[in-house]
């Protein structure tokens, strides 16, 4: 998981966090999960992708000026 805070390069969003997970109910799990804790705490989401998109836009390529916030493997 990578958590980039992009505010600086976008007008779109101040963040993005970057996951996989190895099938499709853990990847529910983790976006629920997401979803929910971002929701307690009042903050607004865009909307997600899958990880197709993750590997076809190379996301962690694109916004590689970004500052990583965190990073866990």
Do not use: H, K
């Amino acid at each position: 998981m990578v958590l980039l805070d992009i505010s600086e390069l976008s007008v779109i969003a101040d963040y993005f966090v970057i996951c996989t997970g190895s099938n499709p109910r853990q990847i529910q799990a983790i976006a629920s999960a997401i979803e929910d804790a971002l929701n307690e705490a009042r903050v607004s989401t865009r909307g997600r992708e899958g990880p197709m998109e993750r590997e076809y836009y190379r996301l962690e390529r694109l916004w590689s000026e970004a500052p990583t916030v965190v990073y866990l493997q």
